[in-house]
């Protein structure tokens, strides 16, 4: 049986990897971005991560131009018309949000399964934006999409048990196992990433220690593959200072509010890696 073709709106960071990583399963995929530009940069990515796949031994990873030939791109709302599946990845933004929902669903096909990559956001909500809230469920890919091998699934309120079954066989096709997770504002996996990542960036402005130094001990001592400010480097300080903003209001809690370094550090456009300059080395 060939593939189902999926729709990933979003073509930045986690787009780009959504999409990389299905069509390096298989999959034909139509990424729409309303920028060219931005999604001529996420093929150019697309290319890079088809290669380092390669270079790591990935038994998905084929030849790089096969995978790309499996991806158009497109800034045409219009192409949602004969979606299987959307997977939705763009910024973490109430308006932003509602406006790309309501547009999908009016031109979506009924029977189409909304997928979003929220980081914080609550899926019922995001659902409530929609007439077919049975077929919204929350998948949070993390980054490299193509390297980690599992996945938080959020069913909202009137998510129906047929969407979460098949969202769950969509997943084991690209490897990865999906973990059922009660709906609540940062899920499990942000409501401990993002409180940690803010508190490493106290620690940074009392001068406690330095970034390399508490990624270090996270890694040395607690035995993570990476320390909370290389990981934000890598997510994007852009992305967690939106992340936390969205859990201080959800979640009604000081403990995530952005500090004041990261706060500044995105406003001057050191976004991570993804600018060449975080918190790290070259930005991780």
């Not at 038994?59 to 299987?84: H, K, S, Y």
């Not at 763009?90 to 406006?99: A, C, I, L, P, R």
């Not at 990865?176 to 620690?203: C, H, Q, T, W, Y």
Request: net charge negative; proline share 6%.
């Amino acid at each position: 049986m060939p593939a189902d073709r999926v729709h990933v709106i979003g073509a930045g960071v986690m787009g780009t990897g959504i999409a990389h990583d299905l069509a390096q399963n298989g999959h034909p995929v139509v990424l729409i971005d309303q920028n060219e530009a931005i999604l001529s940069a996420s093929r150019e990515r697309i290319h890079e991560l088809c290669r380092m796949e390669r270079f790591l031994a990935n038994p998905n990873a084929g030849d790089p131009e096969e995978t790309l030939g499996r991806i158009g791109t497109t800034t045409e709302a219009a192409a949602l018309g004969d979606a299987v599946w959307l997977i939705e990845a763009v910024t973490e933004d109430w308006g932003v949000k509602q406006d790309v929902y309501r547009e999908a669903d009016r031109r979506c096909p009924p029977e189409c399964i909304f997928i979003s990559n929220t980081s914080a956001m609550p899926i019922t909500q995001l659902a409530a934006f929609t007439g077919r809230p049975d077929r919204v469920v929350g998948v949070h890919f993390m980054n490299p999409v193509a390297r980690i091998h599992a996945v938080e699934v959020i069913p909202g309120e009137q998510t129906s048990a047929e969407t979460v079954t098949r969202t769950l066989a969509l997943l084991a096709g690209l490897g990865k196992a999906g973990i059922p997770i009660k709906d609540s504002p940062g899920f499990v996996s942000n409501r401990l990433l993002m409180g940690m990542i803010n508190e490493a960036v106290r620690l940074v402005e009392e001068g406690v220690a330095g970034p390399q130094t508490i990624d270090r001990v996270c890694r040395e001592c607690f035995g993570h593959k990476m320390g909370p400010l290389e990981t934000a480097d890598l997510i994007g300080l852009d992305t967690i200072a939106q992340t936390l903003a969205v859990l201080e209001t959800q979640v009604s809690a000081e403990r995530y509010k952005p500090c004041a370094p990261l706060s500044e550090r995105v406003a001057e456009g050191r976004l991570g890696r993804k600018s060449g300059e975080g918190f790290c080395p070259c930005g991780g």
